[in-house]
């Protein structure tokens, strides 16, 4: 358990600091988050009430357990840990008129599609991005600055139509919480003075990726006392691509009142680690370079191995692990690290074939799926019409509702393009009609896409044939599976190698569905637990500290962790970095910094290997580690695949890199 007795000096001065602005800036394991929790402990101890605001969710659970362990009961209710997401939810939920939180991938782009999103220069994805970003940097659709160009007139009137729609359905996206509390906060001194009046003082860790609106509620609600503690590392800033505002937090700093504190002393990892993290992080002249002072031994030298391909990587990390387990390591000590999710899929497959346990920080919401979305989207637009005769929900306005029919439109795929859905749509309103009415009007039999509607339509029929009268709302999955070859189209939809765990989803979905007398049920009862989806992940993460498990992660949600082992995987041109971010200005050095952020994660070792295929193309060694003096060693990984890859490969030395056996 932290406590005062071990701290150094500097860390007891912002330790012991009480009262005014401070800050603390230090590199990676310098015990800042370490500074942030015996601080708000002791301020909590002696009464203050604070606001401590992590990065993810994740952070927030982890820095509760630490207070807890601290804190006795009374103590530990004068801390309130949270995002700023869910500060600003809970904000507008107490403060605001009731709202839908827009967590639906599909309807939002439904919406956009509605703001005819899809007509102007780049389409829906590329508009939805804008918007966000914008929203990110706080500007909304009021007082967005329109440029002298077409393109961007027609983006700013797309936005407008968009919003609207959403005021009219009662929507708020994820990247509107921050932004409206700011707002509120700036034009409602009474809602201010209740929310502000809750705390004290306010700390905020990590906080070299707050966006603008992010600091702007912080300072509101720090605005009377001042007591604003930020904590942070300009090197480990990875969210400049959604508008991470990092001048802030170098003005706070260097305001005469702000007293700043600087952690120089590493005590996370070994010397030879935080050489190589420190020799990486150089490469970008522009920084301003924090001095490390290392407190722990040499350590193993950083390894470097090369693999022809993902699958053998993954075998050869597998292989490693079971190494170091049979040496006394436990799997939790260990994790994966990568640049993109899609990297995690050799592991996962692999890991699975090694008998390693392991888990995900993305795993992602059971909702959110795909297939699981379609299968919504069907149980969405039949819902209003259960139980109900073909008459009456043909007279009923909020029958079989544009949206959700948008939405099932591809699903499964009916090669019908996004620009019929846009046609749909326009003929409807010009006609002042659901889509569902007019879709009779398509029925040219020589035409491909009328040909597909026409199908669509009696398979809708079909269904909402049988819908009417049903036992439970699994009934309805299974209507809609029959119907539709759904179960056909899982199989063969291209590009997902998982289609049996894509079926198996549908299966589980259908038989949760059973459960429900109506699909009106059902929908209620999953959206209760996709508003529970942030507790749901908190309880995750504490599970997950109990499991015995190798973490698989990508580098972003592996900031302020740290384990024993770390291999970093995939350090390959087009991967790390990234194959969009090498075109962009300060695309580089943002991919250096999640760099950075991986190898920095380690304590006692750092695994690094590079592929020298992926997607089945060639790529060369990443640009991050061509001049840092790594040494591959021969290899030793299993004779089978030595013996395999040796035939194909010229360097078998270099190819397999032999760091993670003994010899
Ligand atoms: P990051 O930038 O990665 O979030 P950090 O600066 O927040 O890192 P912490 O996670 O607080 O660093 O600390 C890193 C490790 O060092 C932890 O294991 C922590 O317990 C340990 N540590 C911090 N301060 C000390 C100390 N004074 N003596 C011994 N160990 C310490
Ligand atoms: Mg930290």
């Not at 929790?37 to 604070?50: D, H, I």
């Not at 765990?501 to 589980?508: E, H, S, T, W």
Request: charged share 30%.
């Amino acid at each position: 358990m932290a406590t005062w007795e071990n701290l150094s000096e500097n860390q007891r001065a912002a330790v012991a600091h009480t009262d005014g602005p401070c800050a603390v800036y230090a590199g990676p394991g310098s015990g800042k988050t370490r500074v942030v929790t015996l601080r708000a402990a002791r301020l909590a101890a002696t009464g203050k009430r604070l606001l401590v605001t992590t990065f993810t969710a994740d952070a927030t659970e982890e820095m509760r357990s630490r207070l807890t362990g601290i804190l006795d009961k009374v103590q530990a209710k004068n801390v309130t840990v949270s995002t700023m997401h869910s500060l600003c939810l809970q904000t507008l939920k107490a403060h605001g008129k009731p709202f839908h939180l827009l967590t639906d991938p599909h309807l939002q782009r439904n919406l956009a599609e509605s703001a005819k999103a899809a007509e102007i220069e780049g389409g829906v994805k590329a508009f939805l991005t804008q918007v966000s970003y914008q929203k990110n940097l706080g500007i909304n659709h009021k007082t967005y600055k329109v440029e002298n160009s077409q393109e961007d007139r027609d983006f700013l009137r797309c936005w407008k139509d968009y919003e609207k729609i959403k005021v009219e359905k009662n929507y708020r996206e994820f990247d509107d919480l921050i932004l409206d509390v700011s707002i509120l906060l700036d034009k409602d001194e009474e809602v201010r003075l209740a929310v502000a009046g809750r705390f004290s003082h306010i700390i905020v860790d990590e906080c070299q990726d707050m966006n603008f609106p992010q600091y702007s509620v912080a300072f509101a609600l720090g605005r009377d006392h001042k007591n604003v503690m930020l904590v942070g590392d300009l090197d480990q800033s990875l969210y400049a691509f959604r508008g991470a505002d990092t001048r802030t937090f170098q003005l706070f700093s260097q305001n005469n009142q702000t007293r700043v504190y600087e952690l120089r002393e590493n005590y996370r990892s070994t010397r030879s680690i935080l050489q190589f993290a420190d020799s990486l992080i150089r490469q970008d002249e522009e920084r301003r370079p924090i001095e490390f002072v290392p407190t722990r031994d040499e350590g193993d030298p950083v390894s470097w191995n090369r693999f022809p391909d993902p699958d053998i990587e993954a075998l050869a990390v597998g292989e490693e692990i079971l190494h170091l387990v049979k040496r006394g390591a436990k799997f939790r000590e260990i994790a994966v690290l990568y640049r993109t999710n899609a990297q995690s899929e050799a592991f996962e497959r692999n890991f699975a074939a090694l008998e390693i346990p392991y888990t995900m920080r993305d795993d992602g919401d059971f909702y959110a799926r795909k297939e699981v979305q379609g299968i919504l989207s069907y149980l969405n637009f039949f819902a209003r019409v259960e139980g109900k005769s073909a008459e009456a929900a043909l007279t009923d306005p909020e029958a079989f509702p544009d949206e959700w029919l948008l939405a099932l439109l591809n699903v499964p795929s009916r090669k019908l393009s996004r620009v019929v859905g846009a046609q749909l749509r326009h003929t409807a309103e010009f006609r002042l009609k659901r889509i569902w009415e007019i879709l009779p009007l398509f029925a040219a039999d020589d035409l491909k896409t009328h040909r597909a509607l026409r199908a669509m339509r009696e398979e809708l029929s079909t269904i909402g044939g049988r819908v009417a009268q049903l036992e439970h709302a699994g009934e309805a999955i299974r209507h809609i599976r029959a119907a539709t070859n759904f179960d056909h189209w899982l199989k063969t939809d291209e590009g997902d190698e998982r289609d049996n765990d894509r079926l198996q989803n549908i299966q589980r979905m259908q038989a949760a569905a059973a459960h429900y007398p109506t699909i009106k049920g059902y929908l209620a009862a999953v959206q209760k637990v996709r508003d529970e989806a942030a507790r749901r992940k908190s309880e995750r993460a504490k599970r997950r500290r109990e499991a015995d498990e190798v973490m698989l992660s990508t580098g972003h949600s592996a900031k302020g962790l740290e384990w024993r082992y770390v291999f970093a995987v995939g350090w390959s041109e087009e991967i790390l970095p990234h194959r969009r971010a090498i075109s962009e200005p300060n695309g580089i050095s943002e991919e250096r910094r999640i760099a950075y952020v991986i190898a920095t994660r380690a304590r006692d070792a750092l695994h690094i290997s590079t592929l020298d295929t992926w997607n089945d193309a060639g790529v060369a060694p990443s640009r991050f580690i061509a001049g840092l003096n790594l040494i591959a060693s021969p290899s030793r990984i299993s004779e089978a695949i030595e013996d395999e890859t040796r035939i194909e490969s010229e360097k078998p030395e270099i190819t397999l890199g032999g760091l993670f056996m003994e010899v």
